[in-house]
C-alpha cells in the first residue's frame, strides 16, 4: 500500500467514523434499528454541496447539512413514536423519500466542488502534503465531537437515553420521557451522519445523490470492529473504538484490494465488506467459546 492509499483510507475511515458515531446511538444506546443513515448521509452531502456553490462559509454550511440530518432523524422519530410505524419500515420510508429530496436539493445528480472553497482550504500550503492535512483537519473535528458526545452521554440526559434503550418501560416508571429521548438521539445519530456526508463531499470534490447506498452496512462494520478490537464499558472508550473500528476498516479494505495476489477490484468492494462484517460478528463468538471450552476443562 502506497503513502497516499494509507493516509486516503485514514481519511475516508475517519468521516465513516461520523456514521459510526451516529450508527452507534440508534443501534447500541437507543436500540433503534435506524436505516435513515442511508439517506441522511448524502443529504448533508447535498445540501454542504449546493451551500458551497452558493457562496455560503463552509463551517455554517457543515452546521446547516448536520441539521438537515437532524430534521431526517426526527421524521423516522415521528413515524415510529406519533404514528407507531415500525421502526425498520419508517427508517426506510424517510431513506426512500431522501433519495428524491437530495435530487430536488442539488438539482442534478450530482454537484463538483473542485473549485469551492471548503473547511479544508485554509490549511493547504501550509508546508504538508494535502493528503497529509485532510486527514489531520478531520481527525480533529472527530476528536471534538467524540469528546462532546462521551459527555453528553455521561449527562442526567444522556443516563436518561441510555436508559431509554436498555429498558422503555422501566425507564417510563422513573419518570424518563422516553418518547422525547427517541426524538433527541435521533435528531443526533442522523445529525452526524449528515456531518459525514458533508465532509464526504469536501474532502472527495462532490456530492452524488447515491453516495448513501450501503451507508447503514460501512458504518455497523465500524461499531462491530470496534467493539471486537476495543471492548469497553466506559463510553468514551466505545466511542473511541467505533472511530478505530471505522479506520481499521477503511485499511483492511484498502488492503484486500490492493493485494494483487487476492486479485481483488474496486468492483469487489461489497464482497469485501460483507467478508469483514461476517468476520468481525463471528470472531467473538468464537472467543467465547473457545473462553467456555476452558472453564469447562478446569473444572
Known amino acids: 500500500m502506497s503513502e497516499i492509499a494509507f493516509f486516503g483510507a485514514v481519511e475516508i475511515g475517519l468521516v465513516y467514523a461520523l456514521v459510526a458515531l451516529g450508527v452507534y446511538l440508534s443501534f447500541r444506546v437507543l436500540d433503534f434499528p435506524d436505516l435513515t443513515v442511508d439517506g441522511s448521509f448524502p443529504l ?23 441539521l438537515a440530518g437532524s430534521m431526517a432523524g426526527l421524521v423516522t422519530a415521528t413515524l415510529n413514536v406519533r404514528f407507531k410505524i415500525l421502526h425498520l419500515l419508517a427508517s426506510i420510508l424517510t431513506m426512500i423519500a431522501l433519495f428524491s429530496v437530495n435530487l430536488r436539493i442539488m438539482g442534478r445528480p450530482n454537484v463538483a466542488l473542485l473549485m469551492q472553497d471548503t473547511v479544508l482550504t485554509p490549511f493547504y500550503g501550509l508546508g504538508l502534503p494535502d493528503h497529509v492535512v485532510r486527514p489531520l483537519v478531520v481527525l480533529v473535528v472527530v476528536v471534538v465531537i467524540v469528546l462532546l458526545l462521551s459527555r453528553f452521554l455521561n449527562s442526567e440526559f444522556g443516563l436518561a437515553m441510555r436508559a431509554t434503550g436498555v429498558n422503555a418501560r422501566m425507564a417510563r416508571a422513573q419518570g424518563v420521557q422516553t418518547d422525547f429521548h427517541i426524538y433527541a438521539g435521533m435528531a443526533l445519530s442522523n445529525g452526524l451522519c449528515a456531518l459525514a456526508g458533508a465532509l464526504f463531499a469536501q474532502t472527495n470534490g462532490f456530492a452524488d445523490v447515491t453516495t448513501g447506498i450501503g451507508t447503514i452496512v460501512v458504518g455497523l462494520a465500524a461499531v462491530i470492529v470496534g467493539e471486537t478490537v476495543l471492548p469497553a464499558r466506559a463510553m468514551l472508550w466505545a466511542l473511541v473504538g467505533c472511530v478505530v473500528g471505522s479506520i481499521l476498516y477503511r485499511l483492511a479494505v484498502q488492503l484486500a484490494l490492493s493485494a494483487d495476489a487476492i486479485g481483488l477490484q474496486a468492483s469487489d468492494l461489497n464482497l469485501v465488506t460483507a467478508v469483514l462484517v461476517a468476520v468481525a460478528l463471528i470472531l467473538p463468538r468464537m472467543r467465547l467459546k473457545a473462553a467456555s471450552k476452558k472453564r469447562e476443562a478446569a473444572r
Do not use: D, F, K, Q
Not at 451551500?51 to 448536520?66: C, D, E, R, T, Y
Open 44 to 66: 448533508g452531502a447535498a445540501v454542504c454541496a449546493t451551500l458551497l456553490v452558493a457562496g455560503v462559509n463552509p463551517w455554517i454550511a457543515s452546521l446547516v447539512a448536520a
